[in-house]
């Protein structure tokens, strides 16, 4: 029997940005017994995807190259491991590939059942691919660190959230204001009304003086901070934060990890807490039933054919997209 093959994108070697992308055709892969193989019909792309390519995790990822970058996927099952209890073929599924594997860019990716969820019909493929990493990077710190309650229990709490109008920020700003919380939000002059619209309390352009301090217009220190962005020093935090207050970063380098490790040796009530999602299959569930429901949108900055995917991801490397890049095969 011939082999069947599919379109993809890798690359062999470290860096090399959008131009070190190669399109090859390539074998289906196969999957495992506790596997499902997923004919992809949306891909999102992440930041950490280039970033792997620029070798900040090396040696770690990818584990091997050649390698197809991405995550994010959602699609129909057309195979299932003989293993596989909760899924058939022909459904819907939303689900994340660990990137030390990949997959996501290529007509077929391989997925494991623990981290696979169904899809409903009420929300496409494009926003369900668009949710699944940036959803749960937005989620788990609100919720884990920052203590928001999203069934709008518990005691208010007010909350900043840098780069609101970026991939993980715009999901950040709709899962606080599901919670007790009073939102305040950055973002570039042209994404004001949307980051409004989202839910936001307050939005600071970020390139004005006040932006640019984190001040509050309405005066109110920070319990926490959801930071998505970068080169915001600690100094200019500290100030804006209430007794207790945490900034959660959400792109860790090495400055604010050194920072962590000095509050938490001299036991300061301020704090900066690098983070990291977790895959989790629960979460997950949750966040798509709350897009079906109508409570979370899913952002979508462009569109692009898998056979323009260097396009895409020099659109991410660029740093300006306003909410997600979909890979469509």
Not at 249 to 278: E, H, N, R, Y
Request: net charge neutral; aromatic share 6%.
């Amino acid at each position: 029997m011939a082999t069947k093959l599919m379109q993809a994108i890798q690359y062999d070697r470290y860096g090399g940005g959008p131009a070190g992308l190669k399109h090859v055709e390539i074998p289906v892969p196969t999957q495992i017994k506790n596997e499902v193989l997923v004919k992809v019909e949306a891909a999102s792309l992440n930041p950490f995807d280039w970033k792997i390519q620029k070798a900040v995790a090396r040696p770690l990822l990818p584990r091997k190259f050649p390698y197809i970058p991405g995550t994010d996927i959602a699609g129909e099952i057309v195979e299932v491991g003989s293993k596989v209890k909760d899924f058939k073929v022909g459904d819907k599924v939303v689900a994340y590939l660990a990137h030390d594997h990949g997959g996501a860019l290529a007509e077929f990716a391989v997925a494991t059942e623990r981290l696979t969820v169904l899809r409903p019909s009420e929300v496409s493929a494009a926003e369900a691919a668009a949710l699944t990493l940036a959803g749960l990077t937005a989620y788990q710190p609100l919720i884990e660190i920052a203590g928001v309650k999203l069934d709008g229990t518990g005691e208010q709490k007010n909350i900043l959230v840098t780069a609101a109008s970026g991939g993980v920020g715009h999901f950040a700003v709709q899962l606080a204001k599901l919670g007790n919380t009073f939102v305040t939000a950055t973002c570039g002059a042209r994404n004001v009304d949307l980051v409004k619209s989202l839910g936001a309390d307050e939005v600071l352009d970020y390139k004005t003086p006040e932006g640019a301090a984190l001040k509050s217009p309405s005066g109110r220190k920070y319990d926490a901070v959801i930071h998505c962005t970068t080169g915001i020093p600690w100094s200019t935090f500290e100030p804006q934060l209430s007794d207790h207050g945490k900034v959660i970063d959400l792109t860790p380098g090495l400055i604010s990890m050194a920072t962590f490790a000095l509050k938490k040796l001299t036991f300061a009530k301020k704090q900066i807490v690098p983070f990291f999602a977790t895959p989790n299959k629960e979460n997950l569930s949750y966040l798509i039933q709350l897009v079906k429901d109508g409570r979370l949108k899913c952002v979508i900055d462009s569109r692009f054919p898998l056979s323009q995917a260097e396009d895409a991801w020099a659109k991410s490397i660029d740093g300006h997209a306003t909410g997600k890049i979909i890979v469509e095969p």
